[in-house]
């Protein structure tokens, strides 16, 4: 079972711009597909992007398209998404996330860390 720990999240204004930080344990990382996913206040989990093991491809929700940009460092076992031109709408809790990188569905991921508090402020 991987372990994962966010960090980076904060208090920002409109405009602004955080990175997430997701550090994974275990010798294999580099083999993992990863996700993020956010959890607003009385809303359900979402996915916000992933990245494939093979080749680094990667994949985002329409609502961050253009503005969020996923990345991988297999040397450090960390994940980041690099979040720009932030909004008030994305304030929730950030969770990094290991699955399949063809899904968005919560349910098909195993393990998850415990989440960072991102809020943007109007």
């Known amino acids: 079972q991987v372990q994962l720990v966010e960090s980076g999240g904060g208090l920002v204004q409109t405009g602004g711009s955080l990175r997430l930080s997701c550090a994974a344990s275990?010798?294999?990382?580099?083999?993992?597909?990863m996700a993020w996913f956010r959890q607003a206040p009385g809303k359900e989990r979402e996915f916000v992007a992933a990245?494939?093991?093979?080749?680094?491809?990667?994949a985002y929700a329409d609502s961050v398209k253009g503005r969020f940009t996923i990345s991988r460092d297999n040397a450090k076992n960390t994940v980041y998404l690099e979040m720009n031109s932030l909004k008030p709408e994305d304030t929730a809790v950030y969770y990094c996330?290991?699955?399949?990188?063809?899904?968005?569905?919560?349910?098909?991921?195993?393990?998850w860390g415990q989440g960072t508090q991102v809020t943007v402020s109007s």
């Open positions: 996330a290991r699955g399949p990188y063809g899904s968005r569905f919560q349910t098909d991921f195993g393990s």
């Open positions: 275990g010798r294999t990382f580099s083999t993992y597909d």
């Open positions: 990245i494939s093991w093979i080749g680094g491809r990667t």
